[in-house]
């Protein structure tokens, strides 16, 4: 099994709808991170948190919201879809130790589509 | 304003032979470097890294060199496989410069071909 598992994996939803996609993971980190990647842009940080309790915004986090409902689950939430929020997105954990904190280990992906 | 450049989209290699993929970066403050192979479908894997302290860091065919002077990254991949064809990102972080907390600044990737 992942340890690093992202639900669902493909989406297609209609503008204005409110989607949520979530991620949990087994690799007992206390960090999670949610990243968009668009074609020929690479990854961009949209929000992260570093604990149950401690939630930040990113690079890119307007027309997003998050949820930490555990150590182990992270979700991502657009309130209000819109097609330039179709991308591929990915959740990813890191540990809090001096050789854990600095690589971060990804989930497969979410292809969301907005029509 | 890109803090991490990966300036060649593509690059294609005959097996057998050195891959080199390069990266640049303007941040002064970076202090790690890591390197991620992403597959289709799949999320990107963690390939090697390289703290600022250090020029070069090998594991198997796989080396990293870092030229903190020309802001330059490497990675060099002898010998390459066809499996080794993936997109290949860089990325950075700077732990001591304030509010980044350490948090993965990525390039755009490049695409390696790795021709049998």
């Known amino acids: 099994d992942a340890d690093v598992t992202q639900t669902p994996r493909n989406r297609i939803t209609k503008t204005g709808k409110r989607i949520m996609l979530e991620c949990s993971q087994t690799?007992?980190?206390?960090?999670m991170y949610w990243y968009r990647q668009d074609p020929g842009l690479g990854l961009r940080l949209i929000y992260y948190?570093?604990?149950?309790?401690?939630?930040n915004k990113g690079e890119i986090s307007d027309g997003y919201s998050v949820s930490r409902q555990a150590q182990a689950k992270f979700s991502l939430s657009l309130e209000s879809a819109i097609p330039n929020q179709t991308a591929l997105y990915f959740c990813?954990?890191?540990?809090?130790?001096?050789?854990?904190?600095?690589?971060?280990?990804f989930g497969a992906g979410t292809r969301l589509s907005v029509l | 304003d890109q803090q991490v450049k990966q300036n060649s989209p593509s690059l294609s290699v005959q097996e057998g032979r050195i891959s080199i993929l390069n990266c640049d970066y303007t941040?002064?403050?970076?202090?790690?470097f890591l390197w991620y192979k992403k597959y289709p479908a799949e999320g990107p894997t963690f390939l090697i890294s390289?703290?600022?302290?250090?020029d070069k860091n090998e594991d198997g065919r796989f080396t990293v060199f870092l030229n903190k002077s020309a802001k330059h990254l490497s990675l060099h991949i002898v010998p390459s496989q066809p499996g080794d064809s993936a997109v290949y990102f860089c990325?950075?972080?700077?732990?001591?410069?304030?509010?980044?907390?350490?948090?993965?600044?990525f390039g755009k990737g490049t695409k390696l071909s790795v021709k049998p």
């Open positions: 390289i703290s600022s302290i250090k």
């Open positions: 948190s570093f604990d149950v309790k401690d939630i």
């Open positions: 990325a950075a972080s700077a732990w001591n410069y304030g509010g980044s907390q350490g948090n993965l600044i």
């Open positions: 990813a954990t890191s540990g809090n130790g001096f050789l854990t904190k600095n690589i971060q280990y």
């Open positions: 690799k007992g980190h206390d960090r």
């Open positions: 941040n002064s403050m970076f202090d790690y």
